[in-house]
């Protein structure tokens, strides 16, 4: 069911918001217990809210888009009087006294935030298992991670846990979580979506974006999220197209590059390949033209995303000192001790090793070797992307190499977990959109992500693509049956 299915029968009736959240809340107390989707669940707020939009329905009132749907949010994202946590030991009890823009926005067109979803520490991982709260579980095999850092807000989707969700992608922590979990998740253009409120983790590459069922979902959350903010000097003021209407149409003659580099990687899961190549030839089909295209820095990346994120990192983590606000060691004797205790004690162990690379890359001496060289990379890697983009309107690529790898997997290998970001972080450090869609399953039965980057400011042509392969596509009806999934 889409958004628009669900606004229909709230209309007429047939179901009242009330229901909705009733029926979410009592699935989350089913099955949250072992998947672990969400840090806090806002069931009282949420139900009278919802009494609230049946009441305006039933006066007949016009309502905005996403009334009564109800929605789950990234634990980094500060919502008003509930609790903030960033799945951080440092944030454990932080409750902030303001609410993101994003959030406000999707308040104020009606949704209902039924809670938050854990995710990695401080945005930080690829498999939600550096959350300070517990590991979230794959809700197709929950052996599995979710894929991170925004797991909560994919397998509650995936789950049937709410209808939608919000995540943030630094490095690809919508569309990874998404291609693990079997959803649609989008990365906006960099400044398409404000981050007022969003807790910083490496502000040149973080973004807000949706999480849903469907491409038609995500198209909707990110219409009303869009937009310039006063708040962040960061966002864009260009119009936002509508982008529903970008949905029914045709791709004929639309150029999609498949990105060479990424198809000739050695650590790319067979049937990843397979199934992904599968889908161009679909969309060739449907009347897209298929190009071949090199970017050669694609898997420059990784080595570039690693300096600069934990630089950003640790300038912007340098806040947490037990001071202001949030966790603080009471066994100190001095200010010096007080805060290295806070800060030692408060944050895992993966936003440490990044504070600590961070440090260094930035110190004099470093910054030229390593930080300087990373941004003039990032130049060149958004060069190649310019390129391509004269070629071709869409670039074509698998979301990760893998589909969703074993709890505990890669945990103590820093490096494997980090090679699973290969093919999301080049359209972070190029500020460019992009989505991942599902495009099969694997033998295992774990879903496969196909990921659509788009040039600055197409969401509208990124969603055209999408929408028309998922019709075609129809993966859902292939979806193997498990205990957590609808
Ligand atoms: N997995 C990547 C990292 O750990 C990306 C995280 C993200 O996009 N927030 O940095």
Redesign the pocket.
Known sequence: MTFADLRQKLKSGEVSSKELVQEKINRIKELDSTLNSFLTVNTDEALSKAEYVDKQIASGEPLPALSGLPLAIKDNLCTKGIKTTCASKILSNFVPPYESTVTKKLLSAGAIMIGKTNM?EF????STETSAFGPTLNPWNISKVPG???GGSAASVAAGLCYGSLG???????R?PASFCGVVGMKPTYGRVSRWGLIA??SS??QVGPFANNVSDAAEILQVISGKDKFDSTTVDIPVPNYSEFLSKSIKGLKIGLIDNCFEHEGLAADVKEYVLGGASLLEKLGAEIINISCPRFNDGIAT??VI?PSEASANLARYDGVKYGFRSNDAQSLIEMTSKSRALGFGS?VKR?ILIGTYALSAGYVDAYYKKAQQVRTLIRRDFDDAFHKVDILLAPTAPTTAFGSGENIDNPMA??L??LL??PA?LAGLPAISLPCGFDKLGLPIGLQLIGNVFEEGKLLQVASQFEKAAEVYKNRPKTDFTL
């Not at 945005?123 to 690829?126: E, R, Y």
């Open positions: 990695d945005a930080m991982g690829s991170g850092s925004s943030s992608d630094t490095g690809g922590s919508i990874q983790f490496a590459l973080d995303y690693y994120a993966e990044r977990m980090y699973s970001d999301t972080i972070n």
